[in-house]
C-alpha cells in the first residue's frame, strides 16, 4: 500500500524566513496531495492541495511543488509568521479498489520564533 | 467546520468496557472517515464509508466497529476499549464525489482508558 514519509518532524525559523517541508510517496498511482495544518489542540485544516496533472500551485505565502518522476512533493511558506506556528501534515490518495483513502504523513511540528 | 460535530469530546472510560464515539455532519456529504491521531504516528484511518450501509476498513481498524444506517451519522465503537485505544479520535466527511474532495474535519474526542 501506500507510504508517505515526511520531513523534517520538527523545524524552528525565525519570523520572515522560508520553511519548507517535504514529503515522499511510494505508490506512482497517487494523483491528489494536499496539506493540513494543525494548531494546538486543534482540529486538522487543509491548507493547500496540488492534483497529480500540476506541478505547482501557489496560494499566497505558501506553495506546493509536485515531482511525479520522483514520487516527492513540498510546501514552501515564506515570510513565515508566529501565527505560522502549527503541526502540518501532508496526505496522498491512495486507490484501494474502487474507493481511495488519504495516508498521511507522520508531521511537521513547525515554530516560528519572533 | 460547525458543519461537524463529536461527542463525546472528553471520555475516561476502563479497560474491558464498551466506548462509542458519534459523528454528525450536515452537509449531507458522503463520505465520512474515522481516525487516530498519536504521537509520532500522524493521523491513521480506522474506517471510513462510501455512503450510508457502505463501509470498509483503514489502516487501523483492529478492535473498532462503525456503522452508517443514515448519511449523516458515523458512529464508532470500541467493543472491549484497551490501554493502547488512548488517542484523539477525528471525525472527518468528504463532499458528494470521490475522496479527493477536501475533508472536513471534527474537533475530535480525547479518550482516555485506564
Known amino acids: 500500500g ?3 514519509e515526511q520531513h523534517p518532524s520538527t523545524l524552528s525559523v525565525q519570523e520572515g524566513d522560508s520553511a519548507v517541508i517535504k514529503c515522499t510517496y511510494s505508490d506512482s498511482a497517487s494523483n491528489y496531495f494536499p496539506w493540513y495544518k494543525q494548531e494546538l489542540g486543534k482540529r486538522p485544516q487543509l491548507i493547500i492541495d496540488i492534483r497529480s496533472n500540476v506541478g505547482e500551485k501557489k ?3 505558501i506553495a506546493v ?3 511525479k518522476t520522483a514520487k516527492h512533493f513540498s510546501l514552501h511558506i515564506t515570510e513565515t ?3 505560522d506556528s502549527a503541526v502540518y ?3 496522498a490518495l491512495n486507490y484501494g479498489g474502487s474507493q481511495g483513502n488519504l495516508i498521511f504523513g507522520k508531521g511537521t511540528k513547525l515554530s516560528v520564533k519572533p | 467546520d460547525a458543519g461537524i460535530t463529536q461527542s463525546p469530546r472528553y471520555k ?3 479497560t474491558g468496557r464498551q466506548v462509542t464515539l458519534m459523528c454528525h455532519q450536515t452537509w449531507s456529504h458522503s463520505y465520512m472517515f474515522w481516525y487516530r491521531q498519536d504521537l509520532g504516528h500522524g493521523l491513521r484511518l480506522i474506517y471510513y464509508s462510501a455512503a450510508a450501509d457502505i463501509t470498509d476498513k483503514g489502516e487501523v481498524p483492529d478492535g473498532y ?3 452508517r444506517s443514515k448519511t449523516e451519522n458515523f458512529p464508532l465503537t470500541l467493543e472491549s476499549a484497551t490501554r493502547s485505544q488512548t488517542s484523539v479520535y477525528f471525525c472527518a466527511s468528504s463532499g458528494t464525489s470521490a475522496p479527493q474532495e477536501t475533508q472536513y474535519f471534527g474537533p475530535g474526542t480525547r479518550l482516555l482508558v485506564l
Do not use: G, K
Request: aromatic share 4%; charged share 25%.
Open chain 1, 2 to 4: 501506500e507510504n508517505v
Open chain 1, 59 to 61: 496560494d499566497q505565502r
Open chain 1, 65 to 67: 511543488t509536485l515531482n
Open chain 1, 81 to 83: 509568521q508566529p501565527e
Open chain 1, 89 to 91: 501534515f501532508c496526505a
Open chain 2, 12 to 14: 475516561i472510560t476502563e
Open chain 2, 65 to 67: 466497529v462503525v456503522s
